[in-house]
C-alpha cells in the first residue's frame, strides 16, 4: 500500500515525523513517497494565519514548545528552536520538488538537520547551494519556472484533498495530520492496531491533576482513559472540574473553539474524534445540544466526584442533555445517586460555586489552554515547591503523562 507523507523543512512537527516515517514505511510494508508542500500555501489555501506560532496565545504557545522538546527527547533525536524561526523555506522545498524521489530522502533529512539541529539559515543561497551539491544538484533548477509551478501544483493538490498543515500522511483515501498520529497511520495502513505498551513504572507518591469540563469531547475521551493508563503507576489522580469557557475568556480564545476553525480542520477534527474514540474503544458521538451547558453538572462532580465518567458518558456516548436539570436528574437518579437532591445543592450551594471559580483560576495560573490539562508532580518534586509541576494539554499526551511519571 502507498504511504504519502506531506511535509515542509520549516515545521518542526514535520521534521520530526521525517524521524520516524522510514521505519513506519518499513514496518508496514507500504511504498513511502515524499511529498514536499509549501506550508504557507496550504494556509493561504484554508484561509489560515501564516505565521499560527505568533498566533497563539501566550499559556498555549508555551505548551506547544514544551511538547516539541518532549518528543524530541521521547524520539531520542536533537531539536532546536533556531532564533529566527520561521524561516523562509520557499526555495528549499523547490529544490525537494527538482530533486530525484531516489534523492529527495536523503536531501530531505539534511535540510531538516541544518535547519532543525544545525540552526542554518535553509534561505541563504550560499547554504542551499552546498546542500543541493552534496546530493549531486545544481541550485539554479530553483528558479525554473516549471519548478516553481510544480511545486504551487503539488500544494494545491494537497490542499483540494483537504490537508491544512504538515506534516500529513495520506493512505488510500484518508489523511492523518500530526506526527502524533502515526499509530492511527499505522493501523490505517495494517488494519490492524500496532502494539503498543506506554511508559511504565511505579509512581508511588506522584500526584496528577486532571483539569477537565463536560463541554470538551476530548475531556471526554481523556476521562475514559485516565484511570486504567494512570492508575497502575500508583500516582494519585485528582479530578479538577473547571468552567472551561471561563479559562477561554480569561486567556482570549473563543467559547467554542471547533467552531472557530477554518472548515479543512474542523472536517478533520470531527473525524479524528472518531478515530480516536475507535482506538480507545468507547462509543461516541456530538450530542444533539452541543455546545452543552455544563455548569450545574460540574458542580455536582465537585460534590459528588464518583459520579464524573457517568457524566460523561451521558453527554457524549448517550446525547443526553446534562445541562437540562431535569435530564440531569434522572441520569443520577438511574446510576442510584440521590439525583433531584445533588442538582438542588449544586444550583444552590456557595461552596460548589467558589470550588468551580477557584479550580477555574487554578488551572488558569498553572498555564492551561484548554481541557483536559494535566499537571504532573512527580514524587521527587513534591516537597520542592520551587520546582514547576509539567503541564500537558489534550487527551492525545498520555504517551508524555506516563514518561513524565515514570521515566
Known amino acids: ?26 514496518k508496514t510494508g507500504a511504498t513511502l513517497h515524499w511529498r514536499p508542500v509549501l506550508l504557507g500555501g496550504l494556509f493561504r489555501h484554508v484561509g489560515a494565519d501564516q505565521n499560527p506560532g505568533a498566533a497563539m496565545g501566550p499559556a498555549k504557545a508555551r505548551l506547544n514548545l514544551a511538547d516539541m522538546s518532549r518528543f524530541a527527547a521521547m ?84 490542499a483540494a484533498r483537504g490537508l491544512f498543515g ?25 488494519g490492524a492496531a500496532p502494539e503498543y505498551a506506554p511508559p511504565s513504572g511505579a509512581a508511588a507518591g506522584a500526584r496528577v491533576t486532571l483539569y477537565h469540563d463536560f463541554a470538551s469531547p476530548f475531556a471526554y475521551l481523556a476521562a475514559t482513559q485516565a484511570e486504567r493508563i494512570l492508575g497502575p503507576t500508583g500516582a494519585e489522580l485528582l479530578w479538577r472540574p473547571i468552567l472551561l469557557g471561563a479559562l477561554f475568556r480569561d486567556i482570549g480564545t473563543p467559547d467554542v473553539p471547533l467552531m472557530a476553525m477554518n472548515e479543512a480542520r474542523r472536517r478533520y477534527f470531527a473525524r479524528d474524534l472518531h478515530d480516536w474514540a475507535e482506538w480507545w474503544g468507547v462509543p461516541f458521538r456530538f450530542p444533539d445540544t452541543f455546545p452543552i451547558r455544563t455548569v450545574l453538572p460540574l458542580r455536582v462532580a465537585l460534590l459528588a466526584p464518583e459520579a464524573t465518567p457517568l457524566l460523561y458518558r451521558a453527554a457524549w456516548a448517550e446525547n443526553r442533555d446534562i445541562g437540562d436539570a431535569a435530564v440531569l436528574a434522572a441520569v443520577l437518579d438511574a446510576a442510584g445517586f440521590p439525583g433531584a437532591s445533588l442538582v438542588e445543592r449544586a444550583a444552590t450551594d ?57 521515566r
Open 75 to 158: 524520539y531520542g533525536v536533537p531539536l532546536e528552536m533556531p532564533a529566527a524561526h520561521p524561516r523562509r523555506s520557499v526555495e528549499a522545498m523547490r529544490l525537494l520538488v527538482a530533486a530525484p524521489e531516489s534523492v529527495r530522502p536523503a536531501l530531505t533529512h539534511a535540510l531538516y538537520r541544518a535547519y532543525w539541529v544545525e540552526g542554518r539559515d535553509i534561505a541563504d543561497r550560499a547554504v542551499l547551494g552546498a546542500l543541493a551539491a552534496a546530493h549531486g544538484l545544481s541550485l539554479e533548477v530553483i528558479d525554473a519556472p516549471a519548478v516553481r509551478d510544480a511545486l504551487f501544483a503539488e500544494t494545491a493538490a494537497a
Open 166 to 190: 504538515v506534516p500529513a500522511f495520506g493512505v488510500g483515501d484518508r489523511i492523518f495530520w500530526g506526527q502524533d498520529r502515526m499509530h492511527l497511520v499505522e493501523r490505517a495502513l495494517t
Open 350 to 406: 456557595p461552596d460548589a460555586k467558589a470550588a468551580l471559580r477557584a479550580n477555574t483560576d487554578a488551572a488558569r495560573a498553572v498555564g492551561a489552554c484548554g481541557v483536559p490539562t494535566f499537571v504532573v508532580e512527580r514524587a521527587d518534586a513534591l516537597d520542592a515547591p520551587a520546582r514547576p509541576p509539567e503541564v500537558f494539554w489534550g487527551q492525545d499526551r498520555f504517551e508524555l503523562v506516563m514518561e513524565a511519571l515514570c
Open 1 to 26: 500500500m502507498d504511504l504519502e507523507f506531506y511535509y515542509d523543512v520549516v515545521c518542526p512537527y514535520a521534521y520530526l515525523a521525517s524521524t520516524r516515517i522510514e521505519a513506519l514505511a518499513a
